[in-house]
């Protein structure tokens, strides 16, 4: 009896300690993600480090996410990367895949792979329990009104089902609508039915309509070099939505299609976009919303081109001297 009596007081003890630990956890957990939320990256770096430091039973899977997120606030790309693979694949089926792939396609927007996010935030979606199909969303189009190659929606569509086929066969016809192919923007809206569009996707469904209503005009294609990516991305963002205003307005009397390149913020980055636009003999020009060393960059990489760059002006810098094409 007595041996009974002690082997429960002991379970009594354990189970004690461990719901007291895991209260601990749950208070430090709670003070990170504040943190996070608060934008102080660092201080919620701190608090989780030290959680991780130990096993944290139940909280283990959430401290991981969180953890992932915060390596992304504070451009630890490839710590975030790690988070991100530990949580898709040591935890078997769980509510946080969905959430872990749309990271993983914000760690892609990071690093200027665009293709790679819009396929991350694709998976998201496909997996999505709806709780956060409204941040998914919000992803999506800014992604697919960017602009997604081709081959990387076709790839997608092998294994899309439900909304998610229109949710393609909308980003093809955003891309065919900005390479300059009308026609093939119309084909593509009319393969989609209205009644299986998300309520996230009208706005964009009814500006390719309007676009693909214009009669047949003439369509002049300019090279755009700017940042999506990086320290100057807010600028390049907001320059690339007055681009896309642009494009649907109607009653233009021609259709302006652009081929758009981001330079992640940084001058070499700038150089090979310049250098794969000036590859493109449709082009009519290239015009370049930079900073005065990137702008500096993209002038001197077409020294030994006839093509002309429309670069930004008032800055400390002048170009007209550099080239004769500026």
């Given at each position: 009896?007595?041996?009974?009596?002690?082997?429960?007081?002991?379970?009594?003890?354990?189970?004690?300690?461990?719901?007291l630990?895991?209260r601990i956890?749950?208070d430090?957990?709670?003070?990170a993600?504040?943190?996070?939320?608060?934008?102080?990256?660092?201080?919620?770096?701190?608090?989780?480090?030290?959680?991780?430091?130990?096993?944290?039973?139940?909280?283990?899977?959430?401290?991981?996410?969180?953890a992932?997120?915060?390596?992304?606030?504070?451009d630890?790309?490839?710590?975030?990367?790690?988070?991100?693979?530990?949580?898709?694949?040591q935890?078997g089926?769980?509510?946080?895949?969905?959430?872990?792939?749309m990271?993983?396609?914000?760690?892609?927007?990071?690093?200027?792979?665009l293709?790679?996010?819009?396929r991350?935030?694709?998976?998201?979606?496909?997996?999505?329990?709806?709780?956060?199909?409204?941040?998914?969303?919000t992803?999506?189009?800014?992604?697919?009104?960017?602009?997604?190659?081709?081959?990387?929606?076709?790839?997608?569509?092998?294994?899309?089902?439900?909304?998610?086929?229109?949710?393609?066969?909308?980003?093809?016809?955003?891309t065919?609508?900005q390479?300059g192919?009308p026609?093939?923007?119309?084909?593509?809206?009319?393969?989609?039915?209205?009644?299986?569009?998300?309520?996230?996707?009208?706005e964009l469904?009814?500006?390719?309509?309007?676009?693909?209503y214009?009669?047949?005009?003439?369509?002049f294609?300019?090279?755009?070099?700017l940042?999506?990516?990086?320290?100057n991305?807010?600028a390049?963002?907001?320059?690339?939505?007055?681009?896309?205003q642009?494009?649907?307005?109607p009653?233009q009397?021609?259709?302006?299609?652009?081929?758009i390149?981001?330079?992640?913020?940084?001058?070499l980055?700038?150089?090979?976009?310049?250098?794969r636009?000036?590859k493109?003999?449709?082009?009519?020009?290239?015009?370049?919303?930079?900073?005065d060393?990137?702008?500096?960059?993209?002038?001197n990489?077409?020294?030994?081109?006839?093509?002309?760059?429309?670069?930004?002006?008032?800055?400390?810098?002048?170009?007209?001297?550099?080239?004769?094409?500026?």
């Open positions: 009896m007595r041996l009974l009596i002690t082997l429960l007081f002991m379970l009594n003890v354990g189970v004690s300690q461990n719901w630990q895991q956890i749950s430090q957990f709670d003070k993600l504040q943190h996070f939320d608060d934008g102080r990256f660092a201080t919620a770096d701190n608090i989780l480090q030290r959680i991780l430091s130990k096993p944290s039973g139940e909280y283990e899977l959430p401290v991981n996410l969180l992932m997120k915060i390596s992304l606030a504070l630890n790309l490839e710590a975030a990367k790690v988070y991100g693979k530990m949580i898709l694949t935890y089926q769980h509510g946080y895949i969905s959430e872990a792939f990271i993983l396609g914000d760690i892609f927007i990071a690093e200027g792979d293709d790679g996010a819009f991350m935030y694709m998976r998201s979606r496909q997996l999505t329990d709806r709780t956060t199909i409204e941040k998914i969303d992803r999506l189009i800014s992604a697919i009104q960017v602009g997604i190659s081709k081959r990387t929606i076709s790839e997608q569509k092998l294994t899309a089902m439900g909304d998610n086929e229109t949710v393609l066969n909308l980003a093809l016809s955003f065919h609508l390479k192919d026609d093939e923007c119309v084909f593509s809206l009319n393969k989609i039915d209205p009644a299986l569009i998300p309520e996230a996707y009208f469904y009814e500006k390719l309509l309007l676009a693909s214009q009669p047949a005009t003439e369509t294609t300019f090279g755009v070099v940042a999506l990516t990086g320290k991305a807010p390049g963002k907001s320059f690339l939505k007055g681009l896309h642009s494009m649907s307005r009653g009397q021609v259709k302006i299609a652009y081929q390149e981001d330079n992640q913020s940084n001058p980055e700038t150089v090979k976009a310049v250098q636009l000036a493109n003999r449709k082009l009519l020009g290239i015009i370049a919303s930079l900073d060393n990137e702008s500096l960059a993209a002038v990489s077409l020294q030994n081109s006839t093509i002309p760059i429309i670069v930004r002006g008032g800055g400390a810098m002048s170009f007209t001297d550099v080239s004769d094409h500026v």
